[in-house]
């Protein structure tokens, strides 16, 4: 009963987040491995497949019809399409890989974050109720604001940074069927853009060699490059990682698992990598087929679109299961594959890690009080998840 109420509020959050990708993601559990939907493309849902796609560039590309990053593309030029496909981007990642390793990821989180869970920490044992997913975006906020070496001064600034980049995700939205952005789109999202940059230029002359915008200046990449990654991060780093917290919390209590983390304590890493898995904050990934291959057995023509269901891929597996093993077939594809795995992937884990932790400091179980769906949002969440520890 846990485990089918659990996925009854994951289904809620899918249908109130955008009802069509709940509808693709359902009927995607009864396509195979591979099928062409028509006016979608090919659509991929055997997690073995998908990660063929996303290591193969060579063949599948970010920048055209159909990828994720067309829409980057037209919003900062032909530069930015050629970035995601060709050397600088592997040297960004190669240069900025260190600020991204497990134990830099627990210093950026620790830096940025800490003051906040210790607050929580200490306002759940007092017996007050604390809203998680609140915490998230603002949490969110701060982080990338550190990342990016932008100053932020109060909580709300930072709900701010995760807003503007839930309105500019928000945009795309509807790209089910063409990636290519209509003219007041494209100004709306300029719009937002310049909000969410705002900070860049300063950023970008002194911010130092520990924030992407130093690396960036050290590359000599170029304020406009810059702005892109910017923004890009922005995206990438607040909206998932806040899902993918506020929903692991969910699942846990939802499917009554959080007993057992509270009595092993072992349990956390296994705890996240479920969570992530489950949840999945990007549920779809969208490439632009650039030359003609056959792939499971059916033929794609240069040009095609293709949407691998990272959701259902990765929920194939099963249901939530702390205790489950690791499995080769997902491995993490929740962030990812190839040369776009998500370069964030050790903050995304330590953020849901100390969430959990900051819940399970003070050895009672967590229950929600309330919880309500974010809606019209790219990435299924929580806009409220209010929850108090259980007295002793």
Known sequence: MATKAAAR??????????????????TGRFTGGICRVPKLGWVVTDPVL?????????HFSMAGEGGVGHMWTQLFGDEMAQFFGGARHTEVRTRARDLFTEESARTLVERSQGAHYAAMRERLAEGETIDVADATRVLAGRMIADLLGLGLDTDDAAREVFGAGERLAGLAMGTATSTELAPETLEQARVIVSEITRGVEEGYRGAGTETILGRCREMDLGQD?????????????TETGASGTSRTVALLHDTGQQHALLADPALMEGAVREGLRVATPAPVIGRHVSRDLEVGGRRLRAGERIMLLTYVANNGAGPFDLTREYLPETRQLWFG??????????VARTQVTRMLETLTADGRPWRVVSRRAARRVLVPSYESLRVTLMPN
């Not at 509020?9 to 359902?26: H, K």
């Not at 594959?337 to 050790?346: D, M, P």
């Open 50 to 58: 998908a990660r063929q796609v996303l290591n193969d560039h060579a």
């Open 225 to 237: 490059l810059t702005r892109g990654l910017a923004t890009l991060l922005a995206i990438a780093g």
């Open 9 to 26: 509020y994951e289904a809620r959050l899918l249908w109130a987040g955008n009802p069509g990708l709940f509808a693709l993601l359902e």
């Open 337 to 346: 594959a190839g040369r776009h795995l998500c370069l964030g992937a050790a």
